[in-house]
């Protein structure tokens, strides 16, 4: 029997949900000549799922059939789930119309591994190139690139994809190798580091021919899987520390790994691990904008990050001669690093402070988190905070307050 | 006693009425929207008539007394709908004006502060609106939705869906304010219609939708469903990021599966 495409709909997205990429900003293709679609500005999130993920993109898998065997992956050769394949048409049709209505920002499109890597990714790339040619859809496209693909199947990938993506999957090689046994790290890394060297060759094309066309211009990302080998926050963000200064990534994604499987080389997990991801999202967060290196966040002697409190509280609970920063006169970069004053709050600071004094009344106002700030900064009129004699007594303080504020709930 | 003046609710006509203070060098005023107002006992307001001519005076002279960006944030203000709206802007008007210095940018100032705030409100129903706004097809092939905003955002959205849709017709309609935004093909309008023929709840009537558009809203909500795990299902998070009064526009909400 042929199965219709709603049905082929539910399978392969319910297959491509566990990438939990979905940005959808970071590239520049305009709307010219009166197409359809748009991708310039930041990413929009059209929904958020009840699990409450972002939906930004028709994130799909073109088939959940693979060759493969790994451990991790719902749509592993040995699993016993019902498998699909849509047609190039199908995906073009869901994407036009789906975006048309306002749904999506545009199409994340990945899959099952079929025959090889080189073969997947070409019938990948035969739908971004029938969006952007035949329909004129300037949208964002997500194209996932297939572990051991090659340069000259990722030369035309990034001509019509605004982002890529290959997923490193598992933080170790040792880890991946036991897990994922058709896969290594070398068939990662070599794509990765490939897309890098021509996307930098691309920007400086560009800046000198005004000509040339852009590839793949949001960049690329990778995510890792956390909670399904034995890595430690240190070795995890590490990597991501690389990732983003060596292979200049955009992104680096954390899955919290969920027991999909009963497979017998993973861990018995009973729940997902999702505060941990959380936490490291928090830390990656600290790396990419707020000026902390991974080091300061990670290190031999703490190489877990803090479940109880965030990675910013834990580090100035750390290193409690840092504080009390004054407000009036410290410079921006460590106003930053004061718990519960973000990058909006911090410049109002900064701004506001050259036609007078601030005080604790004002930050308030401006919208920091002052029942954990007031521990960690110094204000006009206002005795030193505790912070330097005594760090574990703040630390359960606010520990404190936040399971009252909880408890006020029920 | 204060001077009570009334404008007809657009950014032209409120700087009419700055105009209209300082030439009658009135000390206390107080400005409200005609369409708001209704009589106190011992009120005697003077209306405003919009005048382009002296509007554009004003904030011209308003753009030369404050940094880039600033006569935008007050004109989001005043769309904002909210009671201190015209208080908040007057106050700043006034500050940029009595002072030979470009006006400063103080957050410890009640009003600036209060500006910044009311505009991070704007720009979050902006945003909810290019993200929400969901068209459905009608027989017209135009692509049509209906939204109902906490605060009058339409002339904030349109420059978004012009550069995104070019290639087909649509129109977006704030039901609320009985007001919206067409764009056939070549240019947008904002425009009202006279014989909307909403349906009760201030949504398209199914009878002029093309045909087969049902099935991508199901299409739709299958996806949607489809692509959450169930194991990490958080709906505190979720209603959060979709609050509940949006839903009635949402296919993938306001669908039962």
């Known amino acids: ?410 | 006693m204060s001077d009570l003046l009334l404008y007809d609710g657009t950014r032209e006509g409120f700087f009419t009425t700055i105009f209209e203070i300082y030439e009658r060098r009135i000390e206390h005023a107080a400005i409200q929207k005609l369409n708001n107002y209704s009589k106190g006992l011992f009120d005697e307001p003077r209306v405003i008539i919009t005048d382009e001519m002296k509007s554009n005076r004003v904030v011209e002279g308003f753009k030369q007394k404050t940094p880039k960006g600033i006569i935008e944030m007050l004109t989001k203000v005043l769309h904002s709908e909210l009671q201190d709206a015209e208080d908040i802007a007057l106050n700043i008007v006034r500050s940029a004006f009595s002072s030979p210095k470009e006006l400063r940018i103080d957050y410890r100032d009640e009003s600036i502060l209060r500006m910044k705030q009311i505009n991070k409100m704007m720009h979050r129903e902006i945003h909810r609106m290019h993200a929400f706004v969901r068209f459905q097809k009608t027989i017209d092939e135009i692509y049509a939705a209906t939204i109902s905003p906490d605060f009058d955002v339409i002339p904030f959205i349109g420059d978004h869906f012009e550069k995104r849709y070019a290639d087909q017709q649509w129109l977006i309609y704030d039901t609320k304010r009985d007001y919206g935004l067409y764009y056939d093909l070549n240019e947008m309008q904002t425009i009202t219609l006279t014989n909307a023929g909403w349906v009760s709840s201030h949504q398209i009537n199914e009878a002029v939708l093309a045909k087969g558009e049902k099935m991508f809203k199901e299409a739709w909500a299958r996806y949607f469903h489809a692509t959450c795990i169930q194991e990490r299902k958080n709906m505190r998070l979720h209603l959060q990021h979709v609050p509940h009064r949006y839903w009635k526009y949402l296919p993938e909400k306001a669908m039962n599966f």
Not at chain 1, 122 to 140: C, M, S, V
């Open chain 1, 1 to 410: 029997m042929k199965m219709n495409v709603e049905k082929k709909l539910e399978i392969l997205a319910d297959a491509a949900k566990y990438d939990v990429s979905c940005a959808s900003s970071g590239s520049n293709r305009k709307n010219v000549g009166k197409g359809l679609g748009n991708a310039t500005g930041m990413g929009i999130c059209h929904s958020y799922s009840e699990d409450g993920r972002c939906i930004s993109l028709l994130k799909i898998l073109l088939t959940n059939y693979c060759i493969y065997d790994c451990a991790y992956c719902v749509s592993r050769k040995s699993n016993d789930v019902q498998r699909a394949a849509f047609t190039v048409d199908e995906v073009v049709d869901l994407t036009i119309n789906f975006y048309r209505r306002n749904y999506i920002e545009g199409l994340f499109l990945s899959s099952g591994i079929f025959k090889n890597a080189d073969y997947t990714n070409e019938r990948l790339i035969r739908i971004a190139k029938k969006l952007r040619t035949e329909h004129r859809f300037n949208g964002y496209i997500h194209l996932k690139i297939i572990p051991g693909a090659s340069s000259e199947v990722m030369e035309e990938a990034g001509l019509y994809a605004d982002r890529l993506s290959v997923n490193l999957e598992i933080p170790s090689e040792r880890s991946l190798k036991k897990i994922a046994p058709e896969k290594d790290h070398v068939s990662v890394y070599k794509p990765m580091n490939w897309l890098t060297s021509r996307i930098d060759e691309n920007r400086e094309d560009r800046k000198k021919y005004r000509k040339v066309g852009s590839f793949a211009p949001g960049g690329q990302s990778t995510q890792m899987i956390i909670g399904a080998s034995p890595e430690r926050d240190l070795e995890i963000l590490q990597l991501s520390s690389d990732l983003y200064t060596e292979q200049k990534l955009r992104r680096v994604y954390y899955s919290g790994y969920i027991p999909i499987s009963q497979d017998t080389r993973l861990p018995a997990l009973k729940t997902a691990p999702l505060k941990r991801e959380n936490r490291l999202y928090q830390a990656d967060w600290l790396f990419r904008f707020y000026g902390f290196e991974m080091s300061e966040i990670v290190s031999e002697k703490h190489p877990e990050l803090d479940l109880e409190v965030d990675p910013k509280l834990a580090y100035a609970l750390r290193n409690p001669d840092l504080f009390p920063v004054d407000i009036n006169k410290a410079p921006y970069d460590l106003i930053l690093r004061i718990p519960g004053v973000g990058v909006k709050t911090a410049q109002m600071i900064v701004k506001s402070r050259r036609y007078g004094k601030v005080r604790l009344e004002d930050v308030k106002k401006m919208g920091a988190a002052v029942n954990r700030a007031k521990y960690f900064m110094q204000v006009q009129g206002k005795a030193l905070p505790m912070i330097a004699s005594d760090p574990h007594r703040v630390r359960s303080a606010i520990i404190y307050q936040k399971g009252n504020g909880q408890m006020n709930l029920f």
